[in-house]
């Protein structure tokens, strides 16, 4: 193990298996498995959108690029936001 700005790194080998989604980490102590996300491409349109729109990109701007007949389909099914993002909306809000 090595310690780099008080944190303790582990070197570890990772293994993922295809198709099912699943990776192992394999360290000295004992082998970890996790099921990882499924990400589809469908999945990266949503992300797309939602750090577009984060960024501060015009939406209907971001609706042309999406290809969306309205902006609501852009604005309220592919653009995700969750209360940290409200707050640094907030947040900036009062600095102005």
Do not use: W
């Not at 990266?44 to 690029?65: D, E, F, I, V, W």
């Amino acid at each position: 193990m090595e310690k780099v700005d008080s944190y303790t790194l582990i070197k570890i080998k990772v293994f993922v298996i295809p198709c099912t989604g699943s990776i192992i980490f394999n360290t000295s102590f004992r082998s970890i498995k996790v099921q990882m996300p499924v990400i589809t491409p469908h999945v990266c349109r949503h992300t797309y959108c939602t750090n577009m729109a984060k960024s501060g990109m015009n939406p209907k701007a971001l609706q042309y690029l999406m290809g969306h007949s309205e902006i609501s389909v852009t604005l309220n099914t592919y653009t995700h936001v969750n209360l940290e993002d409200a707050r640094e909306e907030i947040a900036r809000i009062q600095v102005v």
